[in-house]
């Protein structure tokens, strides 16, 4: 058997953020369910039920793409590994999940949301 070089696990860990995540919040994104796509833009708490037409966000496309492309997980995937809480990003992460497939997985022509199928929401998701 020959050995194989693997690439080391960090570099699959690359913050993608704008932003930036402070590390002292994040208690504070998973215990209250936040969700900043932008600097631009306030914080949301994403408790069920959520709105995933982002109805009173209407005028903002950008914002209602992010939410349809559950960028909220890309923070938290990042520092996951170093989590103290496990347990509660995998409850928030299926409590999303669980929430979007209630809205639209009964839905298979797509026909629900003009920001669900975009290809690049897609390959977010």
């Known amino acids: 058997m020959s050995s194989v070089n693997l690439l080391p696990s960090e570099t699959f860990l690359?913050?993608?953020?704008?932003?930036?995540?402070?590390?002292?919040?994040?208690?504070?994104?998973?215990e209250?369910?936040?969700?900043?796509?932008r600097k631009d833009s306030a914080s949301f708490s994403l408790t069920?039920?959520?709105d995933w037409e982002a109805r009173s966000r209407d005028s903002d496309r950008n914002w209602r793409m992010q939410l349809?492309?559950?960028t909220v997980l890309h923070p938290i995937i990042s520092y996951f590994d170093t989590y103290h809480d496990k347990?509660?990003?995998?409850?928030?992460?299926?409590?999303?999940?669980?929430s979007w497939l209630e809205d639209y997985g009964r839905d298979p022509e797509?026909?629900?949301?003009?920001?669900?199928?975009?290809?690049?929401?897609?390959?977010?998701?």
């Open 87 to 98: 347990q509660m990003v995998l409850t928030f992460f299926f409590d999303l999940i669980l």
């Open 110 to 125: 797509n026909k629900t949301s003009g920001h669900r199928k975009p290809k690049n929401n897609i390959g977010c998701r």
């Open 14 to 30: 690359i913050d993608i953020f704008p932003h930036g995540i402070d590390v002292s919040l994040h208690d504070e994104i998973i």
């Open 48 to 50: 069920t039920p959520i």
């Open 68 to 70: 349809q492309g559950w």
């Open 32 to 37: 209250q369910r936040l969700f900043k796509p």
